[in-house]
């Protein structure tokens, strides 16, 4: 098969790959839309201590089922799925409460494992969720950003006020999309990028600022009002969101932490002490939101207008060059093998 192989730090290569080889239990899926994450740029740059070259990446993604090796209940419900690319251990106390996303051996999919920059992959059964046919494939391998974005608001279910959300990249846009899904009142976002805050405000944020332009505190201070801000969900994770998170929040308030952007930042947690600040990690989402949000993108209430396109998969390389770039004009991707 054909696969765009990581070879070195900015380097992909489109070249023929070994075929997936199935054991009992596993699937062989034809991809047909896999999307790039943060994670895979961050992991193209030679960032990421997990990944190591050659490696196919990719762990956003959808298809067809083509062969099931030992089990065939997947085919008597639909050969379209969309893919949970979280393989845990399956016996501990988070695999068995379907929380796999936490299992200490877990594998993911294009990270330890081949992923889904390729004409296929291989899956366990139990990670194949079928999806409708009025769902596109496109779509299907947005479900599992959009599940990272119900996980965060999920985590801040319990604090419905207003809200911000800082970095409007594929996950930001996520946590908005599902924030106002889940009855948020009010919400900001700040954002560099003035093409993502414009598709920030026609997603549904009530605000959107510029955190590099003078007055933007104050903007959104006077935003949130005598209220304050209930919830901060920093989908960007560098040391100026997560310090703007701690200036934001009211006392009393959440920071739903998903971005990694880098992994040390200084926080003054003599303020995090006094004021009662509650700091909550946010990473994947379980089985149940993956379910949750075929059900939501199949419902037809998503938009991806103006922030999601398309590119063959052998392009693979000039679209990873393309969304590194500060000015990239383009959000999400999805590549079709």
Same mark, same amino acid.
């Given at each position: 098969?054909?696969?765009?192989?990581?070879?070195?730090?900015?380097?992909?290569?489109?070249?023929?790959?070994?075929?997936?080889?199935?054991?009992?239990?596993?699937?062989?899926?034809?991809?047909? =839309?896999?999307?790039?994450?943060?994670?895979?740029?961050?992991?193209?740059?030679?960032?990421?201590?997990?990944?190591?070259?050659?490696?196919?990446?990719?762990?956003?993604?959808?298809?067809?089922?083509?062969?099931?090796?030992?089990?065939? *209940? %997947?085919?008597?419900?639909?050969?379209?799925?969309?893919?949970?690319?979280?393989? =845990? $251990?399956?016996?501990?106390?988070? $695999?068995?409460?379907?929380?796999?996303?936490?299992?200490?051996?877990?594998?993911?999919?294009?990270?330890?494992?081949?992923? =889904?920059?390729?004409?296929?992959?291989?899956?366990?059964?139990?990670?194949?969720?079928? %999806?409708?046919?009025?769902?596109?494939?496109?779509?299907?391998?947005?479900?599992?950003?959009?599940?990272?974005?119900?996980?965060?608001?999920?985590?801040?279910?319990?604090?419905?006020?207003?809200?911000?959300?800082?970095? #409007? =990249?594929?996950?930001?846009?996520?946590?908005?999309?599902? #924030?106002?899904?889940?009855?948020?009142?009010?919400?900001?976002?700040?954002?560099?990028?003035?093409?993502?805050?414009?598709?920030?405000?026609?997603?549904?944020?009530?605000?959107?600022?510029?955190?590099?332009?003078?007055?933007?505190?104050?903007?959104?201070?006077?935003?949130?009002?005598?209220?304050?801000?209930?919830?901060?969900?920093?989908?960007?994770?560098?040391?100026?969101?997560?310090?703007?998170?701690?200036?934001?929040?009211?006392?009393?308030?959440? %920071?739903?932490?998903?971005?990694?952007? *880098?992994? *040390?930042?200084?926080?003054? $947690?003599?303020?995090?002490?006094?004021?009662?600040?509650?700091?909550?990690?946010?990473?994947?989402?379980?089985?149940?939101?993956?379910?949750?949000?075929?059900?939501?993108?199949?419902?037809?209430?998503?938009?991806?207008?103006?922030?999601?396109?398309?590119?063959?998969?052998? *392009?693979?390389?000039?679209?990873?060059?393309?969304?590194?770039?500060?000015?990239?004009?383009?959000?999400?991707?999805?590549?079709?093998?």
């Amino acid at each position: 098969m054909k696969a765009l192989v990581w070879t070195a730090p900015r380097q992909l290569e489109y070249k023929d790959w070994p075929d997936p080889e199935l054991d009992d239990g596993e699937a062989l899926v034809r991809v047909r =839309g896999v999307s790039i994450c943060g994670s895979d740029l961050h992991g193209w740059l030679g960032h990421s201590r997990g990944r190591v070259p050659p490696l196919v990446l990719g762990h956003e993604l959808a298809g067809e089922v083509v062969e099931v090796r030992g089990g065939q *209940e %997947i085919l008597k419900t639909s050969r379209r799925v969309a893919v949970y690319p979280i393989i =845990g $251990c399956g016996q501990c106390r988070y $695999c068995c409460s379907g929380r796999d996303y936490l299992c200490g051996s877990r594998k993911v999919l294009g990270l330890h494992v081949d992923g =889904g920059l390729a004409e296929c992959i291989k899956a366990p059964v139990k990670n194949l969720y079928p %999806i409708p046919e009025k769902v596109n494939f496109a779509a299907g391998a947005l479900v599992e950003p959009l599940a990272c974005g119900l996980h965060m608001a999920g985590l801040a279910a319990e604090e419905k006020g207003p809200a911000v959300v800082l970095g #409007a =990249g594929p996950i930001g846009l996520a946590a908005l999309l599902a #924030a106002r899904r889940a009855g948020f009142p009010k919400i900001a976002v700040s954002e560099i990028n003035a093409g993502r805050r414009a598709i920030a405000t026609k997603l549904g944020a009530d605000l959107a600022v510029n955190p590099q332009e003078a007055g933007a505190v104050e903007a959104l201070t006077r935003f949130f009002g005598e209220e304050g801000c209930a919830v901060v969900f920093d989908a960007a994770g560098f040391a100026p969101t997560r310090q703007l998170a701690l200036k934001l929040v009211r006392t009393g308030g959440l %920071i739903v932490l998903a971005g990694l952007g *880098e992994q *040390e930042t200084a926080l003054d $947690c003599v303020e995090v002490i006094r004021r009662e600040i509650r700091i909550a990690g946010s990473f994947a989402y379980n089985r149940q939101e993956f379910q949750q949000t075929i059900e939501w993108v199949a419902s037809g209430r998503v938009s991806f207008e103006g922030w999601v396109s398309e590119a063959p998969l052998a *392009e693979g390389q000039s679209v990873f060059e393309e969304l590194v770039r500060p000015d990239a004009r383009r959000i999400k991707v999805v590549l079709k093998p």
